[in-house]
């Protein structure tokens, strides 16, 4: 396989205990966004290398991932594949194939807004869990969050498409006092009724606090079978705990 042919890499973070919870993980985050959000964390991935003028700066050869990953696969039990938004990628099952071969399993972490990506995916048996970012309910206040138009339809059928699958699929809702009254709140809620797990994180450290953070899951637990807070995995207030986890 040619290796050039794979998607842009603009981080790796060899190993980490909270970006899949349950498992140690390699991330690999790939670079170019098709979303502006105004609180991204992690901005630097957003250009897209060769697209906009934008060049391709600060990007590391896909060899050298992929053998950072394989000399450390008996320490892994999976690779998390972010962004940026990796479904932009049309090579992106050509690398999650090749990290499968590894004998790892793989989550996608995106923002749902290619909804047919994602679902081909999951045909091909290529994720094991998908992890959907919302930052808002979907309405006019999405564009503000994402700091672009977003298809609205198309994030609705991702989280359709989420819920509806038997994996191992969770919606991170990011959580910005400055977006999300409660109604705001119910209406996201609402978005994700049914889905097997919701994790609520702050916009920026400590924004909002830990018991805001508590309030509000408390406020969501009725959508989801499990409703937590992010690293704080052992209290869950969803409306059916999960067992064996430390729930309360």
């Keep these: 396989m040619n290796l050039e042919g ?7 973070l060899e190993s980490s205990l909270v970006h899949w919870e349950g498992r140690v993980a390699a991330v690999v985050y790939l670079q170019g966004c098709n979303f502006a959000c105004p609180a991204c964390p992690v901005p630097h991935l957003v250009p897209r290398p060769g697209g906009d003028g934008a060049p391709a700066r600060g990007l590391i050869p896909a060899e050298g991932v992929l053998d950072a ?28 194939e090749i990290l499968r071969s590894f004998g790892l399993e793989t989550r996608l972490v995106t923002n749902g807004s290619r909804p047919r990506a994602i679902r081909r995916l999951l045909a091909a048996g290529l994720v094991d869990s998908v992890a959907m970012v919302l930052r808002a309910p979907l309405d006019s206040l999405y564009a503000v969050a994402a700091g672009r138009e977003p298809d609205l339809g198309g994030l609705y059928r991702s989280a359709e498409i989420l ?23 119910d209406r996201m809620g609402r978005t994700v009724a049914g889905a097997r797990r919701v994790v609520l994180e702050p916009v920026a450290p400590g924004v909002p606090g830990a018991r805001t953070l508590r309030t509000l899951a408390r406020r969501l637990g009725p959508w989801a079978r499990s409703v937590s807070v992010a690293g ?17």
């Design 232 to 248: 704080r995995p052992g209290r869950d207030y969803g409306a059916f705990p999960r067992r064996g986890r430390g729930a309360a």
């Design 6 to 12: 794979l998607p842009p890499v603009g981080g790796l």
């Design 163 to 185: 819920i509806a699958d038997p994996g191992d699929h969770e919606f991170r809702l990011v959580v910005d006092p400055r977006l999300l009254t409660g109604g705001a709140l």
């Design 69 to 96: 990953v394989f000399s450390r696969r008996t320490l892994l039990d999976g690779v998390v594949v972010a962004g940026g938004e990796p479904t932009l990628h049309d090579t992106l099952p050509d690398l999650l």
